[in-house]
């Protein structure tokens, strides 16, 4: 504990210099900026920052991911209040009290209230991960090559499973993902697998490039496509969160700042699924469930603070397991990989003040969205009138630099085209796009342990089902399979109802 | 979360082409070379994870299909008529963008220039009708061009002289 608090505190002073507060604050800015424009994603913001910072220093340029991740999760409450336009997938949940109270004239305060929550929720979750890692990290020590592999199937099931509104069709988009992951050598014997003797594929799809063609030029396209429509924006009044808000649902916010960061912890999944889960708890256990959808505050505190407690939460694995929580924070990873960082099981052993580093990181971010949430609304105001039009084709002169940048090679450009209209299409087909990523993520895990673990069993399965983790990765892989399948669903609803029966008669009996 | 779901006709066509790549893959992995000179056992032959996922993808494929037929996919199918000019906003970004990003760069042209003309006909084009409409077309290639300038040169700057950064 104090160990921990020492190291947190030494990774804030060394955060305590003129450069490093210009990156963070910029990097807030340009996150909340790119955040509460309809359009661009987290993730897109990420990975351009990825680019832009290659040649700092790993400390400073992961600072500048991290402030632009926090920021564009909270920026997106901007959109979704003012314009019932969820700036992030992450805020759609704040479109339905956010823009209620916006409507009843009380658009300041539905920012006050997205403020506090997303502050507060980053604490939340920032507070989990400086007690979460280490135990996690201790725990992921016992993983071998068979647990890995469930863990890396299980990240790509769950997350098709829960980020889209198809299991099938996300499992699909993960599949291939773990497909274009075996793209180029493999490992084992440098063997060119479907390089059709292009000498460029040969080293493999980059992640980079990939996502910023999967999360920018399909949203550039999908942005342009139709016809601007008029930009209404709501009036507003003093932004400053009322302390009413936050002492009056305390219990909302740390209940939704717990199953933000649980739902973080889950491979693949990430901010929106944690925003709508946080809200439906709290509808569930609100004594003012009538005013959900209606303007509830407690509604919108919920959405904030659980959307933006995923973020700390989603790095957690990131660090201890190198498996991401999120979209965002797969670019995070790819991140660390390329300024040297090795996030994983040793973290904790060779690195453990990195895991502070990152805490502080978070700390910094969220003290970041205060000063801008307070301040800058009305210039957010213009900037959400400007026209898509003279955004969208500056967006895209980034995304073909941000894939040039990092390998110098125009090959990335063409993999960044390639990924955007195959992920504009399989958007329009319904088709969920964090699954394909983690899959990508995932894909050199899930073979490398599979192949190994059949070479150290010499081609024996009995492992991969044996061994206690393996096999309880293995069943929550299965139950999330099946819970899909209506037969199954069927015989397990019968089966609770008969055993319910059996229990009341026996309890009858008793009486 | 999502976009909205597409009808069972459209699932049954993306089912097929579904089918079709899982098909190609497993194809691809069974011919894989299996470097039996290497003498290397059987589980560890390159071809054997795209292979198993080639089947998997297969699995949700035939999956996809069956569900979009017994949604009745085939009750009253037709290709939907497609009028381009409908869709011309879609073809005309696709074409700016692939022509900038293949065209444009990286062959000779200095990257703010190739940038700026960019930035500049991609404005224009899109705001080619209104301006029209409202009578201020040089008003319009005036902003598109100054647009372009401007983006194309502090894009130039931020990355290559701020931040070090290589452009094509």
């Known amino acids: ?511 | 979360m999502e976009d909205e779901k597409p009808s069972p006709f459209v699932d049954l066509i993306a089912g097929g082409f579904w089918l079709a790549l899982a098909i190609a893959i497993m194809v691809g992995a069974w011919t894989m070379d299996r470097l039996a000179h290497l003498k290397i056992p059987i589980f560890t032959v390159p071809g054997l994870v795209p292979g198993l996922l080639g089947a998997a993808i297969a699995m949700a494929s035939i999956v996809l299909i069956v569900r979009s037929l017994r949604a009745g996919a085939l009750a009253g199918a037709h290709w939907p008529s497609v009028d381009l000019r409908e869709h011309w906003r879609l073809i005309a970004v696709l074409v700016l963008c692939l022509g900038y990003a293949i065209g444009l760069i990286g062959h000779g042209l200095p990257f703010w220039l190739a940038s700026a003309i960019f930035v500049a006909v991609f404005i224009f084009v899109f705001q080619f009708a209104e301006r029209r409409r409202d009578g201020t077309l040089p008003r319009g290639v005036l902003v598109a061009i100054t647009t372009g300038l401007i983006s194309g040169l502090v894009i130039h700057y931020a990355f290559q002289d701020l931040f070090l950064v290589r452009l094509p």
Not at chain 1, 250 to 261: A, E, H, K
Not at chain 1, 369 to 394: D, N, S, W
Not at chain 1, 396 to 404: D, E, K, P, R
């Open chain 1, 1 to 511: 504990m104090l160990d921990g608090l020492i190291g947190f505190g030494t990774a804030i002073l060394g955060f305590m210099n003129p450069a490093s507060i210009v990156y963070a604050l910029v990097a807030c800015f340009v996150g909340f900026i790119i955040g509460a424009l309809p359009g661009l994603t987290a993730t897109m913001g990420v990975a351009l920052m990825t680019t832009l910072t290659i040649k700092l220093p790993s400390a400073d340029a992961l600072l500048i991911l991290i402030c632009t991740y926090v920021g564009a999760i909270y920026g997106g409450s901007r959109s979704a209040i003012l314009l019932n336009i969820p700036g992030t997938p992450a805020s759609a949940a704040s479109c339905l009290d956010g823009h209620a109270l916006a409507r009843q004239g009380l658009a300041g305060r539905a920012m006050g209230i997205a403020t506090s929550g997303s502050v507060l929720g980053t604490w939340i979750g920032m507070i989990a991960l400086a007690f979460f890692t280490p135990v996690l990290g201790e725990m992921a020590l016992k993983f071998g090559a068979y647990e890995f592999f469930w863990l890396a199937i299980f990240g790509v099931v769950i997350s098709g499973n829960l980020t889209g509104n198809d299991p099938i069709k996300g499992w699909m988009a993960g599949f291939l993902g773990l497909f274009i992951a075996g793209i180029g050598q493999e490992a084992l014997y440098a063997f060119n697998r479907f390089t059709f003797e292009v000498h460029d594929l040969s080293g493999g799809i980059s992640l980079v490039p990939a996502l910023v063609g999967a999360f920018g030029l399909a949203e550039v396209i999908t942005v342009m496509k139709d016809p601007p429509r008029p930009v209404m924006v709501s009036a507003y009044d003093t932004v400053i969160p009322k302390l009413i808000d936050v002492t009056k649902y305390w219990r909302t916010i740390i209940r939704s700042g717990l199953i933000g960061t649980g739902i973080g912890i889950v491979p693949g999944v990430g901010e929106d699924v944690a925003a709508w889960s946080s809200y439906a708890a709290a509808r569930r256990a609100s004594k003012e469930k009538e005013l959900f959808g209606k303007g509830s505050i407690e509604g919108l505190m919920a959405a904030e603070t659980g959307d933006n407690a995923c973020v700390p939460g989603a790095v957690i694995p990131v660090l201890t397991l190198a498996v991401p929580g999120s979209a965002p924070a797969a670019v995070l990873l790819a991140a660390m990989l390329i300024h040297g960082v090795n996030p994983g099981p040793l973290i904790m052993v060779e690195n453990p003040q990195f895991v502070y580093e990152v805490v502080a990181m978070m700390f910094i971010a969220s003290i970041g969205i205060l000063i801008y949430g307070l301040t800058l609304t009305k210039l957010l105001v213009r900037v959400l009138q400007f026209p898509a039009v003279l955004i969208m084709p500056i967006i895209f002169v980034l995304c073909a630099v941000g894939s040039y940048a990092i390998a110098s090679r125009l090959f990335d450009v063409y993999v960044m085209l390639a990924f955007g209209v195959i992920g504009f299409m399989l958007r329009q087909l319904n088709f969920p796009m964090a699954p394909l990523v983690l899959g990508i993520v995932l894909g050199d895990l899930m073979e490398k342990s599979l192949r190994r673990g059949l070479v150290l069993s010499d081609g024996d399965l009995l492992p991969f089902f044996s061994r206690p983790i393996a096999f309880v990765m293995f069943s929550l892989v299965a139950v999330t399979i099946l819970m899909n399948v209506p037969a199954f669903n069927r015989l397990t609803s019968r089966a609770w109802s008969s055993l319910g029966g059996l229990f009341r008669r026996s309890a009858g009996k008793g009486v």
